[in-house]
């Protein structure tokens, strides 16, 4: 390549339904928010960023139920009653169904969906806030048990440490989800208004 050549100008051909563009009659219009405060704007501009938050949050407790499943082993003596109330899965799925539907709201706006987004919030909150009770319940019924009537070779104390570990991460989870939910069906309440 001669270096005469490098610096040259090449002009590329185009189609002629690429070179003219075409012009549409299209009025634009535009709404301002000038009522919102502050937490409303906040929130409306993170909605893809909360509904991610509950959807990883549905997914680390649904993972800790799976956990708990492992429970049903010897030498322990019963499930856990956390496990029982089936809390780690239908909490996670009000978790993600309410986290997919605030992403689908960031996504496309309409009437419909932000009444759904609420209901779905709201019942997660609700959701959240009878997992926090039925945790505080499952603790105190099964702090006994958590080693069940193991002997002595098993190591208790890693087993207890690890299951009561558990059992307050799915807490502080829960604690989040339901500051999450109340926040957006209040948010959403007050702009209703």
């Given at each position: 390549?001669?270096?005469?050549?490098?610096?040259s100008?090449?002009?590329l051909?185009?189609?002629?339904e690429?070179?003219i563009p075409?012009?549409q009659?299209k009025?634009?219009?535009a709404?301002?928010?000038?009522?919102q405060?502050?937490?409303?704007?906040?929130?409306?501009t993170?909605?893809k960023?909360?509904?991610?938050?509950?959807i990883?949050i549905?997914?680390?407790?649904?993972?800790?139920?799976?956990?708990?499943?492992f429970t049903?082993?010897?030498?322990?003596?019963?499930?856990?009653?956390?496990?029982?109330?089936?809390?780690?899965?239908w909490?996670?799925?009000?978790?993600i169904?309410?986290?997919?539907?605030?992403?689908?709201l960031?996504?496309k706006?309409?009437?419909s969906?932000?009444?759904?987004s609420?209901?779905m919030?709201?019942?997660s909150?609700?959701?959240a806030?009878?997992g926090?009770i039925?945790?505080i319940f499952?603790?105190?019924?099964?702090?006994?048990?958590?080693c069940?009537?193991?002997?002595?070779?098993?190591r208790c104390?890693e087993?207890t440490?690890?299951?009561?570990g558990?059992f307050?991460?799915l807490?502080?989870l829960s604690i989040?989800e339901?500051?999450?939910s109340?926040?957006?069906s209040?948010c959403?309440c007050?702009?209703e208004d």
């Amino acid at each position: 390549m001669d270096p005469k050549d490098a610096h040259s100008p090449v002009f590329l051909v185009f189609p002629p339904e690429i070179n003219i563009p075409e012009y549409q009659s299209k009025v634009l219009t535009a709404t301002t928010f000038a009522s919102q405060n502050l937490l409303q704007k906040l929130l409306t501009t993170k909605l893809k960023i909360l509904g991610a938050t509950q959807i990883l949050i549905g997914i680390i407790n649904f993972s800790f139920g799976i956990i708990f499943l492992f429970t049903s082993v010897p030498p322990y003596p019963r499930f856990p009653f956390i496990l029982i109330s089936a809390y780690p899965f239908w909490g996670s799925a009000l978790f993600i169904m309410s986290g997919a539907f605030l992403i689908a709201l960031k996504r496309k706006t309409t009437e419909s969906l932000i009444k759904v987004s609420r209901v779905m919030n709201f019942l997660s909150a609700m959701g959240a806030t009878a997992g926090i009770i039925l945790l505080i319940f499952g603790f105190l019924l099964d702090r006994n048990y958590i080693c069940g009537y193991s002997p002595e070779g098993i190591r208790c104390r890693e087993i207890t440490a690890l299951l009561i570990g558990i059992f307050i991460l799915l807490m502080i989870l829960s604690i989040i989800e339901l500051l999450i939910s109340l926040s957006f069906s209040i948010c959403g309440c007050q702009s209703e208004d």
